[in-house]
């Protein structure tokens, strides 16, 4: 935006000022298409977590009914077809239980699907959390292990350790490494988060970490996002509620 300009002399020479104001663009963001399942119902939260790829959006509904439980949640993925979306596939687990929260949480990274439910209840420990991957198969075209109609997860993963209201699974995140958050809320420790690697078709546990100054009730694990050899983890009601994110880098020693 042009504010003013002016002549000034120096010397016998003449110079024109002009001076600018910077005005920074601000897009509109206008709404050009709205998504709903056509099979969802009250209470379902269809739209709890979402995330997506160049092709393929994650839509969590965690308190979806499942087939015989009441409140299993479930993931609805939509495929990208030039500028809109169709509904593609439904995930769900393929052993459920009542509130599970079944789609607390996703993320997708090339063939991976990863959905937390972490409030699945386990090893007799409640709400220990689990959290399910799925492949994508190219024979099938659909995510998952064909099975009597539906397609089940590849891999159930459940921490070696659960306890009571872990949460293991609140939050997750893919790219050279799975990042999973158990914030452990509800419970009375700190909370953690786990990572895990790729290798022989299948996730192989690493090693949990948790922020160095973390205390109990700080829900460490509460969100989680990798890239690369980085992993960020937050903590937000670390120090009276304030909130903290940690970083952590990967070592050589893994």
């Not at 663009?25 to 709404?31: E, L, N, R």
């Not at 192989?204 to 694990?221: H, L, P, Q, R, W």
């Given at each position: 935006v042009l504010l003013t300009t002016s002549i000034f002399s120096l010397e016998g020479f003449e110079s024109l000022l002009i001076i600018f104001r910077c005005v920074p663009?601000?897009?509109?963001?206008?709404?050009t298409e709205s998504i709903v399942s056509s099979i969802i119902s009250g209470g379902d939260n269809f739209g709890s977590s979402v995330t997506m790829n160049s092709e393929y959006m994650l839509i969590g509904s965690y308190n979806a009914n499942g087939i015989s439980s009441s409140e299993v949640g479930k993931v609805y993925v939509w495929k990208k077809s030039y500028v809109s979306f169709s509904e593609y596939q439904i995930l769900a687990p393929n052993i459920q239980g009542s509130d599970m929260n079944f789609g607390s949480s996703v993320a997708i990274k090339d063939n991976f699907v990863i959905v937390g439910a972490p409030n699945h209840t386990h090893s007799s420990k409640e709400k220990a959390g689990s959290v399910y991957y799925y492949k994508y198969n190219g024979g099938t075209a659909r995510w998952g292990i064909l099975n009597n109609g539906r397609y089940k997860e590849d891999e159930l993963i459940q921490h070696s350790s659960p306890l009571a209201f872990d949460r293991f699974g609140c939050s997750v995140s893919?790219?050279?490494?799975?990042?999973?958050?158990?914030?452990?809320?509800?419970?009375?420790?700190?909370?953690?988060?786990?990572?895990?690697?790729?290798?022989?078709?299948?996730?192989?546990?690493?090693?949990?970490?948790?922020?160095?100054?973390?205390?109990?009730?700080?829900?460490?694990?509460?969100?989680?996002?990798?890239?690369?050899?980085?992993?960020?983890?937050?903590?937000?009601?670390?120090?009276?509620?304030?909130?903290?994110?940690?970083?952590?880098?990967?070592?050589?020693?893994?």
């Open positions: 663009f601000i897009p509109t963001a206008v709404s893919v790219d050279t490494y799975m990042i999973i958050g158990a914030s452990g809320k509800g419970g009375t420790g700190p909370g953690k988060a786990s990572i895990y690697k790729y290798q022989s078709n299948n996730w192989v546990y690493v090693k949990d970490i948790v922020g160095s100054t973390a205390a109990n009730n700080d829900e460490f694990g509460h969100k989680v996002q990798t890239r690369g050899n980085q992993a960020f983890v937050s903590a937000p009601n670390h120090n009276t509620n304030r909130g903290i994110i940690y970083i952590f880098n990967r070592t050589n020693g893994g």
